[in-house]
């Protein structure tokens, strides 16, 4: 999608390195968040962000729920059709990740008043297309004009309130399944210095716009104890979350999937300030054991959609493995929750 | 010995470690290079980099958004980035873009393994020349980017066979690992897939048109 993308002699820059590594880091982002007025906690509200959880649930009934979510970021690649797919598949997400079904979206989009208006038709092409495949409602939505592009969703979704997956509610035993391979942020932002080799950004790509609802819907088939989706905090920063500081894990550094290309762009250092700032807020939880630094920045390395990282049941753990390959989803068994150790969470070739 | 300064102010992580890169290379040899940047992260950056290729550094704040990175190159190590040309680099070029840029890469291999043996002949000795043909692929310097296994080939990525671990180092190493799900189906061997991802026709027809090398043991 070049045609669209020169206007007279004013040249476009559509990607400025965006997508979750454009995310606040998470530690300066607490301590606003730590000075808000809460207000009366209100009991419908199964899951606000006191819990550091992927999306808002709310009850209604015994029986039915709502999910909320609202996920928008800056372009990571330069096709704007391709943008959109990825940013909605990102924000869609976040209901997967809670148990829950999608409902409706809602289209947020900052763009430049001068653009071509093409540009903006392809993003929201791309965001509703993907909304169509994940059986949600595309509503309505937002505009601002600005000075750079910005495009996500606000997703409501339905789960039943005795049945979300929360990221902390993992158990001693439970083995670690993560359903994407790992590296998107270093192949986008290698790709942006023109040193990402083709083929794996073309992985990255097929990855970020695949959809976590075959992933969620094979996890439904099997008990799962805890759910969260590893996006822009990096699989060690979300696992860090999973823990909730009263668990432990090994993590086997042999199992993780990887994008192709993604560890050499690390060993050319062609790396995001969102690592380093992942690194500095959990770098202490994590103990590396012999583990190659480029293997450890892919570990650090923000996602923008990602895939699932779900704590099952030690005996449906193989079954929902198989069941996920066999989809076609590069799933792996990355490693197994234990009970609280001194080293929260152990990094090992085993 | 050379002192260059390498100005990243204003630019956004990883252009400060490329700009540092290139102006190691262009030392041709010891030297020491500064990299003024903006913020701690690049200085974090910078340092894992130096850290990582034995570079002696040290940072220090000038001021809030004022830091300088000093690494000091030894000749050798000088020498030997120098050595490394890299014609994909791309620092001449604007690079707040991300235009796919079609330089230098990587060659996309493909290796498609069509049967449980290689070569035509005796059949024990192609199942051992095939063990032989896929653990030699994981001391190659250039990987191929994906293995397609199909029709008796599908055998090799599932139980039972000998080449399990040899195809999980590749896997580890970014090689994709990919068999066709209509041969697994038909061998009965659709639960029992041990390395890889499941593919189909459209995929492997996607993957070989787009290769340029195609590698059939």
Request: charge should be negative.
């Given at each position: 999608m070049k045609r669209g993308l020169e206007m007279s002699s004013e040249k476009i820059v559509f990607c400025k390195g965006g997508g979750c590594t454009a995310k606040l880091g998470a530690q300066a982002l607490n301590r606003v968040l730590s000075l808000l007025p809460k207000g009366d906690p209100d009991p419908?509200?199964?899951?606000?962000?006191s819990s550091k959880d992927d999306a808002a649930v709310y009850r209604l009934t015994d029986e039915i729920a709502f999910v909320q979510t609202l996920d928008f970021f800056p372009?990571?690649?330069?096709?704007p059709y391709l943008f959109g797919q990825i940013a909605a598949a990102n924000a869609l997400s976040d209901i997967y990740a809670m148990g829950g079904t999608v409902k409706t979206a809602l289209n947020i989009v900052c763009f430049p008043e001068k653009w071509d208006l093409n540009i903006l038709g392809e993003i929201l092409r791309g965001g509703s297309e993907k909304v169509l495949e994940a059986g949600g409602s595309l509503a309505g939505g937002h505009s601002i004009a600005d000075s750079d592009v910005k495009y996500g969703l606000s997703v409501t979704g339905v789960v039943h309130p005795d049945h979300i997956w929360a990221n902390n509610t993992g158990r001693p035993g439970d083995r670690l399944i993560l359903t994407k391979a790992l590296g998107v942020g270093i192949l986008c932002t290698a790709d942006r210095v023109g040193e990402a080799p083709a083929d794996g950004m073309a992985a990255a790509i097929r990855s970020m716009t695949t959809l976590n609802k075959t992933a969620a819907e094979c996890c439904h088939a099997y008990e799962i104890h805890a759910c969260t989706d590893v996006t822009g905090f990096s699989f060690l920063g979300h696992l860090h979350e999973m823990m909730d500081g009263r668990l432990s894990c090994r993590i086997f550094a042999d199992q993780i999937p990887v994008l192709p290309g993604a560890m050499a762009c690390a060993d050319e250092f062609l790396l995001t300030a969102a690592a380093q700032r992942n690194r500095n807020h959990v770098g202490n939880y994590v103990r590396f054991d012999d583990i190659p630094f480029a293997m450890e920045e892919v570990l650090f390395d923000p996602q923008t959609s990602g895939g699932l990282l779900v704590a099952a049941a030690p005996g449906d753990a193989d079954s929902l493995l198989k069941d996920l390959r066999g989809r076609g989803l590069p799933a792996a068994m990355v490693g197994e929750i234990l009970a609280r150790e001194d080293q929260e969470i152990q990094v090992l070739y085993h | 010995m050379m002192v260059t300064r390498v100005d990243a102010i204003?630019?956004?992580?990883?252009i400060p470690v490329v700009k540092t890169k290139n102006a190691i290379k262009e030392l041709h040899g010891a030297g020491t290079v500064e990299t003024l940047v903006d913020n701690e992260i690049a200085v974090q950056n910078l340092t894992k980099m130096a850290n990582q290729k034995g570079y002696a550094v040290k940072s220090q704040k000038l001021s809030d958004d004022r830091f300088q990175v000093t690494m000091e190159i030894s000749e050798k190590a000088g020498l030997s980035e120098a050595s490394q040309a890299e014609p994909g680099n791309a620092l001449g070029q604007e690079p707040q873009e991300c235009l796919v840029a079609p330089g230098a890469r990587k060659k996309n291999i493909v290796v498609a393994v069509t049967a449980p043996v290689m070569g035509t002949g005796n059949d024990e000795l192609g199942a051992v020349l095939i063990k032989g043909f896929l653990y030699a692929l994981t001391q190659q310097d250039e990987l191929p980017s994906t293995i397609l296994f199909y029709n008796g080939g599908a055998t090799l990525t599932c139980e039972g066979s000998a080449s399990i671990e040899d195809l999980k180092s590749l896997e580890a190493l970014g090689v994709e690992i990919l068999t066709c799900g209509t041969c697994l189906n038909y061998y009965k061997l659709s639960d029992h897939l041990q390395v890889g991802g499941v593919t189909n026709m459209y995929e492997i027809a996607e993957k070989l048109t787009r290769a340029d090398l195609v590698i059939r043991p």
């Open positions: 419908d509200l199964l899951v606000g962000y372009p990571m690649v330069q096709d | 204003g630019d956004a992580c990883p």
